[in-house]
């Protein structure tokens, strides 16, 4: 069954049939989030490096519209042509404009959450541009038309197996390959013909400068930098929040992200673009897609100041157990389950409930973003807008009514253990999820109100 098309509670239960996978998982998650602690703790002012991360990125969504006419200002000086998109839809045009301006019908695009969030793929795909994702993970998964799964790291719900097979369905390598070094090797011959047949290159942004008009692209396969450089055309697509105001800000951030995502001192390219070489021609698309809305949200603005480190899906037992496509939305975990509502209350309504709310992502966070926090506030705006699952909110209700009366109160006490003893079935069968991964305890015989009155004088 596609994991996609349900919520993220029955995606969960699909994921869950295969156990050893869940296991892996789980255990690789586990293992890049504690090597980003070995990481951390190398650094004695990491706390202090957090509340400075934190409160530049205060600074700039209070200063969002100056920023960003500062960045647009000395990027204009430098040849850099901006483009500006209301949402994901003149995002999506305006590429595909610049694409058939330059006479391409191909192009090579590393990784972009962005892209994702707005669909670029299939619309590119649509009208007739080819696309071909370099990152090699990204790259893995859009040969089997998946989403990626993780933001950091797109096939990590796969097996090496899995890739080989992928691999030899596309690439022509040998049936039951699984060793990583020759699979890896037939994905670079591939997309080094990509690299060099591509007049149009896209990049994300993972920090734009409004103080010098440039903007840094980190990767470690250095795929951003192999397209961009060899394409006539670099367009680069960044979400408005990843402004930040002096290049001095970026040692703080850089050293937070590397190490947050996958435990590195330093991300293995952290590309600067400043201004087009002689010849080429270089863009940036800044979006909004609904984050001016989130930024007027005050509960939830501060979901903004993410880097995308992804060290909080890494730490999540739901989503370390639940794989990132049981999120059906383009950024996974904690995170995602905070943005995706702001897009779309109604088809995402069910992703802050896929949290224990223990506050791990909140103490990873590298720029101090009180997601557990969040995640409970959405909760209450959902069921207040009446977004809440009818069953749900229908239990709420009554059970309302029952602790509001302490007769009723009473009364169902009794009833309950009545039905657990003599009927349990009524509460404990396959229909009744809570119960699928647990057992019943023994009902008492009766409540502690009633055994306190009968014992008060003994
Ligand atoms: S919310 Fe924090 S921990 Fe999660 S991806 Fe964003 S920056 Fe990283």
């Not at 880097?307 to 909080?312: F, G, V």
């Not at 009545?418 to 396959?430: I, M, Q, W």
């Amino acid at each position: 069954m596609n994991q996609l098309n349900l919520d993220h509670a029955h995606a969960a239960i699909e994921f869950n049939k295969n156990e050893p996978r869940v296991d892996w998982h789980d255990e690789t998650l586990w293992f890049v989030r504690t090597k980003r602690d070995r990481a951390v703790a190398q650094l004695p002012e990491w706390e202090q490096l957090r509340e400075a991360a934190s409160q530049i990125k205060n600074h700039v969504l209070s200063n969002m519209h100056d920023l960003l006419a500062q960045f647009e200002e000395n990027a204009k000086r430098n040849g850099i042509t901006v483009h500006w998109a209301t949402d994901g839809a003149e995002h999506n045009a305006i590429i595909h404009d610049l694409i058939q301006k330059a006479g391409a019908t191909r192009m090579v695009k590393s990784k972009s959450m962005l892209t994702e969030e707005c669909h670029l793929n299939d619309y590119l795909t649509r009208h007739g541009i080819e696309v071909i994702d370099s990152d090699l993970g990204e790259r893995i998964v859009q040969m089997r038309k998946e989403p990626p799964s993780h933001i950091v790291l797109p096939a990590i719900h796969l097996t090496k197996a899995d890739v080989g097979e992928t691999f030899h369905e596309h690439l022509g390598t040998e049936k039951g390959a699984t060793d990583p070094q020759y699979l890896t090797e037939a994905a670079r011959q591939h997309l080094r013909e990509t690299f060099l047949t591509r007049k149009v290159a896209l990049t994300g942004v993972n920090f734009a400068i409004a103080e010098t008009g440039g903007f840094v692209v980190c990767t470690n396969e250095g795929n951003a930098d192999m397209g961009a450089h060899l394409a006539d055309v670099h367009i680069a697509a960044m979400g408005f929040e990843k402004i930040i105001p002096r290049a001095e800000h970026l040692g703080v951030f850089l050293r937070l992200l590397a190490r947050s995502a996958t435990g590195q001192p330093i991300t293995t390219f952290s590309s600067h673009f400043h201004r087009p070489r002689p010849g080429q021609e270089m863009h940036i698309v800044i979006v909004d897609n609904g984050r001016s809305r989130q930024l007027g949200r005050p509960d939830f603005r501060n979901s903004l100041k993410c880097i995308r480190c992804a060290a909080c899906m890494n730490t999540c037992p739901v989503y370390r157990r639940s794989g990132g496509h049981s999120y059906h939305s383009a950024v996974a975990g904690p995170i995602g389950s905070i943005l995706a509502p702001n897009l779309d209350m109604k088809l995402n309504a069910d992703l802050p409930f896929a949290s224990t709310l223990c506050g791990s992502c909140s103490n990873v966070c590298p720029v101090k973003i009180d997601i557990h926090d969040q995640l409970y506030k959405w909760r209450q705006v959902l069921m207040q807008e009446g977004y809440g699952p009818t069953s749900k909110t229908v239990s709420m209700k009554a059970m309302a009514t029952v602790l509001e009366s302490p007769r009723l109160y009473r009364m169902a006490g009794k009833v309950g253990r009545g039905v657990l003893r003599f009927a349990p079935v009524t509460v404990e069968n396959r229909f009744n999820p809570w119960y699928n991964q647990r057992e019943m305890p023994e009902p008492p015989a009766e409540s502690f109100r009633d055994w306190y009155i009968n014992n008060k004088k003994a």
